[in-house]
């Protein structure tokens, strides 16, 4: 990036001071409560995850903050300066805003979409200038879409689309980005390029505030997750602190483990794994090391280029193997996802197959059956 496209984007109202929200109340209507005391500061430059299960409060924060609902109680400020008693212009100059989704009815071109941001800075019944029309243009280099200038928003993909509206975003020229969900309705690749673009925007020394239900969001951009339960923050830390196998069960009541890999680069990595869970791990709220950690599916997540194809099935699935074999020995699959082939075959051989599972062995054809029962035996050397 050239040095003059650096400073167009740097916001001019940049400051040290960290977007802080303090005892932050707030409800719809005549309603109850939804936000309950939340506190918490975010830096300039820093990238923040909420983390939380549906309906928990998670969007209403974000609407509290920005003040499109107003807050009953609490204060949302950087420095001196509270937003909530500012004008939607003067707190556009600061703060800048993401939906999970923007359809508009009109097929503006994305030039138009992002000019659209340097509404803030513009008089009644004035037009933008040449100093605006620079700053879009270099918001659309930033974000590699520059091609696309011409080309109306309505006709983009999704992936394309949320480009726009960071780009839009990056135009107000707000010291902090407010993201709810971005990602939700993207495929895997485009998830990654837009939190990729996003996290690159820290380099201006704007802090991002981002919604998510993704925990690998978190650990692939942000430096500090926070978890909401019922309208209060109750967890904050780094990723690799906040987010375990105990935390992300009880955030979202279900069995989840969290898992922590080495890459052939020697970097470490986390993923989490829904379904898998450790007894011991989810009592001690830690890290599962499957590089240091000896059971039978350990060696199937040493490494994404090392996972054979059988591993990749039992990650789907969410279970190792090994614990479905386990499971099926002691007759306690109560836990288990779905009856997979080695439990069927397991329970057809001792007899307690039920008259449907019989009827899909026998249908089964006589090659699958055979590659089931060698990876059954194979799971049971390792145990």
């Not at 986390?270 to 090391?289: F, K, M, T, W």
């Amino acid at each position: 990036m050239n040095t003059a496209d650096y400073r167009i984007l740097r916001p001019p109202l940049i400051s040290k001071e960290p977007l802080s929200v303090s005892g932050l109340t707030t409800g719809y209507e005549k309603g109850p409560d939804i936000i309950h005391e939340v506190s918490f500061d975010l830096e300039p430059g820093r990238f923040a995850c909420i983390l939380g299960e549906n309906g928990c409060g998670k969007t209403t924060l974000l609407k509290a903050i920005l003040a499109l609902l107003p807050a009953r109680h609490g204060s949302v400020t950087i420095g001196k300066t509270n937003l909530l008693t500012l004008n939607e212009a003067q707190r556009a100059r600061r703060l800048a805003y993401i939906p999970q989704a923007h359809r508009t009815p009109f097929p503006f071109t994305v030039g138009d979409v992002i000019r659209m941001g340097r509404t803030a800075y513009l008089r009644r019944f004035s037009r933008e200038t040449e100093e605006d029309r620079a700053i879009a243009d270099a918001c659309m280099r930033q974000m590699q879409i520059e091609h696309l200038a011409d080309w109306p928003y309505t006709k983009l993909s999704g992936g394309q689309q949320q480009l726009v509206l960071i780009a839009r975003a990056l135009a107000q020229q707000a010291a902090f980005l407010i993201m709810d969900e971005p990602t939700s309705h993207l495929d895997y690749g485009n998830q990654y390029r837009v939190l990729e673009k996003v996290n690159e925007l820290r380099q201006y020394g704007i802090g991002v505030l981002m919604v998510t239900h993704d925990p690998a969001h978190c650990f692939f951009a942000s430096d500090r997750a926070m978890l909401m339960v019922d309208g209060k923050i109750v967890a904050t830390a780094a990723p690799e602190e906040v987010i375990t196998s105990q935390s992300m069960s009880e955030l979202y009541r279900f069995p989840i483990a969290v898992k922590r890999f080495q890459l052939e680069c020697r970097a470490h990595r986390y993923a989490c794994v829904p379904g898998a869970l450790d007894s011991n791990i989810y009592r001690q709220g830690q890290h599962e090391d499957v590089n240091n950690v000896s059971s039978a599916s350990d060696s199937r997540l040493t490494g994404v280029t090392s996972m054979p194809e059988t591993a990749t099935c039992s990650v789907a699935l969410g279970v190792s193997t090994g614990n479905r074999i386990m499971r099926a020995n002691t007759g306690d699959d109560t836990h288990a996802l779905g009856l997979s082939i080695e439990n069927r075959i397991t329970r057809a051989s001792t007899g307690s197959a039920s008259g449907l599972e019989s009827k899909m062995l026998r249908n089964t054809t006589a090659s699958q059956t055979r590659h089931q029962k060698e990876v059954l035996a194979a799971s049971r050397e390792e145990i």
